[in-house]
């Protein structure tokens, strides 16, 4: 196993030199070593590592684990599920994955604790090497950008946690996956448009009897005390250990925060949900913890003359449903091939392409969602969208198909002619216009 001190003794150059070992940065690394380039990963935790997340995987996520051959690996540590149960405003609805000729039509849940070392130590068995424990601290030798893009560098400085010696790592290519705080990223020169949705989330674990039930469920109205509705979402994700993974997300939407804190709607959602799933002060396991969701693609740029960025640290996250591990899985597996291509033809400026995939595979889906996010964080649009449409059982079927990117190329039914026209509406609306056309509708608070 090579070290940090046989890295720096030798002087290496790697091809590909990788900042954080999450969904994205690990993927990246596995797509690059299984393709025989030298890749160093470096993370600065030791793993198993906590990540705070709902540990939901949908049938995307479980796509991206397949194609690296890690689907019964997650098995094994996993929970398997059907489907969406969502409730709001009186009415519920239990909705199957549907079934696509890509996507299976089920999900897992799973820890972080669990599911990244797994992926980061595949990358390792793989061929790259892995460094844990290790923080990139700077970048090496940065160079500006000529064309508006992300700096140069030529890989990063690092600080080892057990001796906290520092060092070099060197690559002809930078990944940066350091996720929602991106630090090394924010010193590459990423940005986030703040009109667009940002997410902010909170979970905690709690012992139940129902830990295995076969449904996701996620909670569209959450009421304070007097039973009136607060801004923000929850859900309870059954781990199948003896846990569920119960949460909340508040979004923030042209620039500001609709609601109350995470940690009051936390402690509304348990109150409500508190009887049915048997949450208390015996069953809970520990504080809550919370963390941003960057959204839409809202962190730019994304390439520079040899840097790219993936994953939260590109603000990848899904806006319709908060889900950020499979475009994680996605932007690093995108990079890996952009990178590979630049590498065999030894042309780094095929790293332009990497923009034209993460259009060709997002932008048009990312402007409806966010144009989607921005309407129905309206508190009056919400409660009667919702209040109807789980009223309705194919509407919100196909609602779930868009929501969850579950989508078909290879046949035009309603979930698809409905995408296809939401796609030219968002076209045909700018995004500034949202608020002035809300504006009757908007909640005197
Ligand atoms: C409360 C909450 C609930 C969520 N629930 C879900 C869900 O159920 N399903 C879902 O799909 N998504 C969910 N998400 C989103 C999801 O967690 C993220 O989108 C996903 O983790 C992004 O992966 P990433 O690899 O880009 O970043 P991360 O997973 O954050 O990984 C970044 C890694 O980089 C390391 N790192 C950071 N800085 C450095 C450095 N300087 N040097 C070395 N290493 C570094 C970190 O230790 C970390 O391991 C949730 C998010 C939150 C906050």
Redesign the pocket.
């Known amino acids: 196993m090579t070290t940090l001190a046989e890295i720096n003794q030798k002087a290496i150059t790697f091809d590909v030199v990788i900042?954080?070992?999450?969904?994205?940065?690990?993927s990246c690394a596995y797509w690059l070593a299984e393709a025989g380039w030298s890749v160093c990963l470096?993370?600065?935790?030791d793993f198993p590592?906590e990540?705070?997340?709902?540990?939901?995987?949908?049938p995307r996520?479980v796509h991206q684990l397949a194609e690296m051959g890690l689907e019964s690996a997650v098995a094994k540590n996993g929970h398997k599920y059907n489907g969406l149960r969502a409730f709001g405003f009186g009415a519920s609805l239990e909705m199957n994955w549907p079934t696509h000729p890509v996507f299976p039509n089920y999900g897992y849940t799973i820890t972080?604790f669990n599911l990244?070392g797994l992926v980061a130590q595949h990358a390792q068995q793989h061929g790259a090497v892995l460094l844990n424990g290790?923080?990139?601290?700077s970048l090496l030798e940065p160079s500006e950008s000529a064309t508006g893009g992300l700096r140069g560098a030529k890989g990063?400085v690092?600080k080892d946690k057990d001796s906290g010696a520092t060092a070099e790592i060197r690559g002809r290519y930078l990944v940066v996956?350091?996720?929602?705080?991106?630090?090394?990223g924010r010193e590459l020169g990423t940005t986030r448009n703040k009109e667009w949705p940002m997410?902010?989330?909170?979970?905690g674990y709690y012992t139940s009897d129902r830990h295995d039930e076969p449904w996701i469920d996620s909670h569209l109205d959450i009421r304070d005390p007097n039973g009136n509705v607060v801004p923000g979402y929850g859900?309870i994700?059954p781990l199948g250990d003896g846990r569920v993974?119960v949460?909340v997300?508040l979004l923030s939407t042209g620039g500001a925060w609709k609601g109350v804190n995470t940690t009051k709607l936390q402690e509304y959602f348990v109150a409500q949900t508190a009887d049915a799933w048997g949450l208390n002060d015996e069953s809970c396991c520990g504080p809550a913890?919370?963390?941003?969701?960057p959204m839409g693609l809202a962190i730019g740029p994304h390439f520079g003359s040899n840097t790219l960025t993936?994953?939260?640290?590109a603000g990848?996250?899904n806006p319709f449903n908060?889900?950020?591990?499979?475009?994680?899985y996605e932007t690093?597996r995108l990079a890996a091939g952009v990178i590979g291509e630049a590498l065999s033809s030894n042309n780094a400026s095929a790293l332009r392409l990497y923009d034209e995939r993460l259009d060709a595979a997002y932008a048009d889906y990312y402007k409806v969602a966010r144009a989607f996010v921005r309407i129905i964080s309206e508190p009056k649009i919400l409660s009667a969208c919702v209040g109807l449409g789980l009223r309705v059982e194919p509407l919100m079927t196909q609602l779930l198909d868009i929501m969850a990117n579950l989508m078909r190329n290879d046949q035009k039914g309603p979930s698809e002619l409905g995408y296809r026209a939401l796609v030219r509406l968002a076209d045909a609306i700018p995004e500034k216009a949202y608020d002035l056309l809300l504006g009757d509708l908007k909640s005197e608070d």
């Open positions: 900042v954080g070992g999450g969904p994205s940065g690990s470096i993370e600065k935790k590592r990540k705070t997340c709902g540990d939901g995987l949908t996520s972080r990244d290790v923080e990139a601290l990063v690092v996956g350091d996720g929602q705080n991106s630090r090394i997410g902010m989330a909170l979970r859900w994700f993974n949460g997300g913890t919370g963390g941003r969701l993936i994953g939260d640290a990848t996250v908060g889900e950020g591990i499979a475009y994680g690093g």
